[in-house]
């Protein structure tokens, strides 16, 4: 029996996009898409929006939250750094986290991943910046979830859900007690499925990777790059030039290496889980004709991600996710033998 599962990536806002698109295809399937999944997985934004999933929020309201609730969740750390409106903080992170947990809190409360072992994985993506439990102590990838791989059954979710969107130089790193501080999980993997596959197999949920049939949501192509004719002198390309903020005029994009690395880190692991997957993964990822920040909220960077969400429901791709979905049929939770 197959292991479903929905993976989505990191984005900041564009989790937005991630909501309407799971909105849409769950309506598609009359509720079945989240009534038959067996995993939840995600970084950064991907992990709000399957953190508010697994405690029984709507898509439709994490759709709401997205757009009306966007200017609470980038709440400016300083007057100083929000002069360069929106993007990075340069001496200081740009947003403190205290409006995010106060659009996360009311809807996870105090849960902790041991509360809602239940019947659906939960896999979240953060980097702890130092484990010390290890013998030589260093940075590691952690992939939070609800069946105690690596992870204490005291952890909350609002922890889960601030850790693995600590964006650096956007939002702080996060305290865990008892764990140290995280950052964004997208610092190593954007997209969760193969993380979350591995808590799979770990927690004895699957046997093998073919067991698995996924549908993962991106937050959007962008075509954004470095155009070579911007690069006068490569010499020149010290650590300001990867990491300043930029005008929107700019053909560089905004802290480059930054936003490199986090749509890298989301294409790599989409390449090789198609290449290992095959036709058992969907990829569900937006065309976007302007580039939207990650922490753009204004009524053009909705228009824009509307507009790349109404083009995707209308491809193949969507109608191929329908139709998986509405083959899926619910694992039971035990563990596999």
């Not at 200017?71 to 409106?85: A, M, Q, R, W, Y």
């Not at 991600?305 to 791709?317: C, H």
């Amino acid at each position: 029996m197959a292991f479903n599962v929905l993976s989505c990536d990191g984005g900041g806002i564009r989790g937005y996009m991630t909501a309407r698109i799971i909105e849409a295809l769950n309506s598609k399937t009359s509720g079945k898409l989240l009534s038959e999944v067996d995993g939840l997985f995600g970084t950064s934004t991907g992990g709000l929006v399957s953190v508010g999933l697994a405690v029984g929020v709507t898509p439709e309201t994490l759709r709401q939250i997205y757009r009306d609730q966007a200017g609470t969740i980038f709440t400016p750390n300083s007057i100083f750094d929000d002069s360069l409106e929106g993007g990075p903080g340069i001496f200081e992170c740009q947003y403190v986290a205290t409006g995010l947990y106060d659009v996360m809190h009311p809807h996870t409360q105090d849960k902790t991943f041991g509360e809602i072992f239940g019947d659906k994985l939960l896999c979240v993506n953060t980097a702890q910046l130092q484990d010390t439990a290890l013998p030589h102590p260093r940075w590691q990838p952690r992939t939070l979830n609800n069946r105690g791989i690596e992870t204490p059954w005291t952890v909350k979710l609002i922890d889960a859900a601030l850790a693995t969107s600590a964006a650096p130089t956007y939002f702080p790193p996060h305290l865990i007690d008892g764990l140290g501080y995280f950052a964004d999980g997208g610092t190593f993997a954007n997209n969760p499925l193969l993380n979350g596959i591995e808590v799979a197999r770990r927690a004895n949920l699957i046997k093998d990777i073919a067991q698995v049939g996924a549908i993962s949501i991106g937050t959007g192509i962008d075509q954004t790059g470095i155009p070579a004719a911007d690069v006068p002198s490569a010499l020149d390309w010290g650590a300001l030039a990867w990491m300043r903020p930029r005008e929107a005029s700019s053909a560089i994009p905004s802290t480059a290496l930054l936003n490199m690395s986090l749509a890298l880190s989301a294409d790599n692991i989409s390449t090789l889980a198609a290449g290992l997957m095959g036709n058992n993964v969907i990829r569900l990822d937006p065309v976007l004709d302007t580039p939207v920040p990650l922490d753009g909220y204004t009524t053009s960077d909705f228009t824009v991600m509307d507009n790349a969400v109404d083009a995707l429901i209308t491809t193949q791709a969507f109608d191929d996710a329908v139709n998986a979905v509405l083959a899926w049929q619910k694992t039971p939770m035990e563990t596999s033998e």
